[in-house]
C-alpha cells in the first residue's frame, strides 16, 4: 500500500496494516508498536526534501502553511522553532498573509520539484540541516512499525532488512535510470540514510524528550521494543 505518511499511520494505528514504514512520530505519540531495527529514513544533516520554503527572514514570518500529509515533520518544525523562539502561526491550505509574511513547509517529493523548479525565488530552510545543528545527532524520520499482536515480526524483521541491503547494493542501477542521475546520486548518498543506530535511536529519544518540552507528547521516556 502506498500512500502519505498521515494516512499510513491512521492504518497502522486502527489495525488496518500489520506493518508500515511509517513516521517516527507515530510510534512515540502510540508507542504500542515493535520496531525493525537497524532500518530507517534519516538524515545526519541536510535532508533537502524536508524544508520551509520562505522569502525574507525566517524571524519575520507571520505564517507557515503546513503540508496535510506530514507527521514527524510539522513536530520537528515546532521543536525546531520553538527552541529557536519564534513563534509563527501555523496554518492549513492557502494562508492569506502576504507572501513575503507566509512561509510553507514542504516534504518529499513535492519539496524535491519545488526546490527544483524555484531555487532562485525562495530560501529554503532545511530542517534536516537545522536539527543537527541543535543536537549534534542524526534525525529519523520514519520507521518500520509492527503491530503487537503480528506473530512472526522477527522473520519479517530479517526479510525487511535484507531487502534493504538488496537494494543498496543496486544502488548504482537505481542512480543511473533516474531522470536526473546527479541530483539523485546527491540526495541518496549525501542526504539520506537508512540505519537505525546508536546515534538514530539517541536522535529519537532527543526528539521525544523536546516534543514532551513544547507539549507535543507527554513527557515520558519509551521504551524501545525492537525485533
Known amino acids: 500500500m502506498f500512500d502519505h505518511p498521515a494516512k499510513l499511520c491512521r492504518c497502522l494505528a486502527n489495525g488496518s496494516l500489520d506493518v508500515a514504514l511509517v513516521s517516527s512520530f507515530e510510534f512515540l ?21 524536508v524544508v520551509v520554503a ?23 518544525l515546532r521543536c525546531l522553532l520553538s527552541e529557536s523562539g519564534l513563534r ?8 492569506t498573509s502576504p507572501i513575503e509574511n507566509r512561509g510553507r513547509l514542504l516534504i518529499g517529493d513535492q519539496a ?9 525565488e525562495f530560501k529554503f ?16 524520520y520514519a520507521l518500520w512499525l509492527v503491530r503487537p499482536e503480528v506473530k512472526n515480526a522477527e522473520k519479517i524483521a530479517d526479510r525487511l532488512r535484507l531487502i534493504r541491503d538488496q537494494n543498496l547494493q543496486q544502488i548504482e542501477r537505481l542512480i543511473a535510470e533516474h531522470e536526473n542521475p546527479p541530483f539523485c546520486d546527491r540526495y541518496y548518498r549525501e542526504h539520506l ?27 515520558r521516556a519509551t521504551k524501545f521494543d525492537l525485533v
Not at 505519540?29 to 526534501?49: A, E, M, Q, T
Not at 520562505?54 to 520537528?76: R, W, Y
Not at 543506530?197 to 507535543?216: I, P, S, V, W, Y
Open 29 to 49: 505519540r502510540n508507542p504500542i508498536y515493535r520496531i525493525v531495527d537497524r532500518i530507517s529514513i534519516s538524515s545526519d544533516g541536510p535532508v533537502y526534501s
Open 54 to 76: 520562505h522569502t525574507g527572514k525566517l524571524s519575520d514570518l507571520a505564517e507557515i502553511e503546513l503540508d496535510p500529509a506530514a507527521e514527524t515533520s510539522v513536530n520537528l
Open 88 to 95: 509563527p502561526r501555523f496554518v492549513k491550505g492557502a494562508a
Open 112 to 120: 524535491i520539484q519545488f526546490r527544483r523548479a524555484h531555487e532562485s
Open 125 to 140: 530552510w532545511d530542517l534536516g540541516e537545522q536539527w543537527k545543528r541543535l543536537a549534534q545527532l542524526p534525525f529519523v
Open 193 to 219: 540514510r537508512f540505519n537505525f543506530g546508536m546515534a538514530e535511536k539517541d536522535g529519537l529519544r532527543l526528539f521525544e524528550k523536546l516534543c514532551g518540552k513544547h507539549g507535543l507528547l507527554p513527557k
